[in-house]
């Protein structure tokens, strides 16, 4: 990780990585299902059952917890992240190409699943919708790499407390309106400062309702969803809420 190419995709490495890789899209939505599955497994091996409720926020914290590591990425490489948001655009004017939807197709070798190099093309491509996070003045950078540092820990022990009820209810309700207040706040001032900021005159309609609403939508829904839960945990005083 020493050397960076900043005017080469994970896919152009080499040829024979070419072929043995996994596309990076692939990658990433494998690490959620393996995660999101070791807790909804855990539970039907502990209980038998399942509730729709422990599924859909095992689904979120999973998905959080590899967000989690790509905005850890966003800080340890934002100035290559800056290189590679050019590089990005000037490819995109070659091309004609969608930067976003070419890197998620390009393919990772297994070697370099966990490069943070790798996977600051993340934020490269996504700056062509929103240059917040190739500036790290801005909310929309700060803001990312606070929840990847912060929320992993509680995220982790919201879970194992959901799938096991290892902790009292009352105190997972507590953890889990902190950790789902600030996901439901923090995105919808993104959002705010994203318009305020005037950039989505920059952006197509699609783009807009597609990479900025749809892709940040599940931080506003699951944390509003959590909240319920995280109330309901405190009021009953048991985990019946998720079906236990």
Not at 98 to 122: C, G, I, K, M, Y
Request: proline share 4%.
């Amino acid at each position: 990780m020493g050397e960076h190419h900043p005017d080469r995709t994970a896919s152009e490495q080499s040829s024979r990585e070419i072929s043995s890789g996994i596309p990076a899209g692939l990658l990433a939505a494998l690490a959620v299902a393996l995660l999101a599955l070791t807790g909804v497994g855990t539970r039907y091996c502990a209980r038998g059952d399942l509730d729709v409720l422990h599924c859909l926020l095992s689904l979120f914290f999973s998905t959080n917890l590899v967000v989690c590591y790509w905005e850890a990425c966003l800080f340890f490489r934002r100035d290559y992240i800056e290189e590679r948001t050019e590089y990005w655009r000037r490819r995109q004017r070659k091309t004609g190409r969608r930067p976003a939807v070419e890197f998620l197709s390009a393919r990772v070798p297994l070697r370099q699943a966990l490069s943070p190099t790798v996977w600051a093309d993340v934020w490269a491509t996504y700056s062509l919708f929103d240059g917040s996070f190739s500036d790290r003045r801005t909310y929309g950078f700060n803001v990312d790499v606070a929840n990847g540092f912060l929320t992993p820990v509680p995220t982790l022990i919201l879970y194992a407390a959901y799938t096991v009820d290892f902790l009292p209810a009352v105190l997972a309700g507590i953890l889990g309106v902190m950790l789902s207040w600030q996901w439901a706040y923090a995105t919808s001032v993104y959002w705010v400062s994203f318009f305020v900021a005037g950039r989505q005159r920059r952006i197509t309609r699609g783009e807009l309702y597609t990479y900025i609403g749809a892709m940040n939508a599940p931080w506003v829904l699951c944390g509003l969803l959590g909240l319920y839960v995280s109330v309901r945990l405190i009021l009953d005083g048991d985990y019946g809420v998720l079906g236990y």
